[in-house]
């Protein structure tokens, strides 16, 4: 049983899945690592604190109990370091499937609880740290955005936000207010040095990396179009001073995009339904 309390209550719930999540070379440590701060950063993304969790495993007889205990120990490490009780769980036999889902659940600590709707034509889009080339190892030893998701629900300027794990080009929409468009200025996208690397090996353009990859687990949020944005970037930097910040572009109204401006459209992501869809002939 939880306590109650007078804060707001959020809960999320995202999986490691072997072959989807992680594979062979990522050691079971992160891979236990992994599975709560994906979590912790939906969190992030409302500006909540975490609460607790509960696990279930659903384990192929072939895991061996050494790979099982490096992975507890990894989760346990990362509970330890978010301050996260892990309250629960269960365990399954999965013949012939890996995967661990975890449950989390959190209170908002400020003011409000940010969410995805909340943008209008002419806001400002923002995102935290680098984007593209996770699969080169970000995807399991990134660290969640809680401080700074905290922060920002403290911002009466920004008015909405999420983290991005399907690749901006996906996710931006949800954010995307109705008869609106995102105009993206390709040229200010913080392409990271591993999405660079990737471009050189797959033949497509370091832009694409970082607009589709996933697994980024930063945080992208919109800004009011009348905001001081100088005021809030000093106040950023004053705070989160290690943390890379970019304005990449704005909302505009349906049609009114530039011809110079990033056609999302042209892009995709990762999308959870594609191979079902597939299979079923849609």
């Not at 709560?36 to 007889?61: C, Q």
């Not at 471009?199 to 990396?209: E, I, K, N, Q």
């Not at 009348?226 to 505009?252: H, M, Y």
Request: net charge positive; glycine share 10%.
């Amino acid at each position: 049983m939880l306590p109650a309390n007078r804060h707001r209550q959020l809960i999320t719930t995202d999986p490691v899945i072997y072959g989807r999540h992680f594979d062979d070379p990522v050691p079971p440590r992160a891979v236990g690592a992994k599975l709560l701060k994906r979590n912790l950063s939906d969190l992030a993304a409302m500006g909540a604190r975490p609460t607790a969790a509960v696990i279930s495993l659903a384990l192929d007889p072939r895991v061996s109990t050494r790979w099982l205990e490096q992975f507890y120990r990894g989760l346990a490490a990362a509970a330890r370091r978010f301050s996260v009780p892990i309250v629960g769980g269960d365990v399954a036999q999965g013949d012939g499937f890996l995967g661990a889902f975890l449950t989390l659940c959190g209170e908002a600590r400020g003011p409000r609880v940010l969410l995805r709707a909340g943008a209008h034509a002419g806001d400002w889009i923002y995102v935290t740290g680098t984007l593209g080339g996770s699969l080169l190892g970000h995807h399991w030893r990134f660290i969640p955005r809680l401080a700074e998701g905290e922060w920002l629900t403290r911002r009466r300027e920004v008015r909405a936000m999420m983290d991005l794990s399907d690749g901006l080009a996906k996710d931006l929409p949800a954010l995307t207010p109705a008869g609106a468009a995102p105009a993206i200025d390709g040229d200010a996208v913080p392409v990271s040095a591993a999405a660079r690397t990737q471009a050189r090996r797959s033949g497509r353009t370091p832009l694409s990396h970082a607009l589709e990859d996933g697994e980024d687990y930063e945080l992208v949020f919109v800004v009011a179009a009348r905001a001081d944005r100088a005021g809030f970037e000093r106040a950023w930097r004053r705070k989160f001073s290690p943390t890379r910040l970019s304005c990449i572009g704005r909302f505009v109204p349906a049609g009114k995009r530039s011809p110079e401006a990033v056609d999302l459209a042209k892009y995709g992501g990762y999308e959870h339904l594609r191979q079902i869809a597939a299979r079923d002939g849609i």
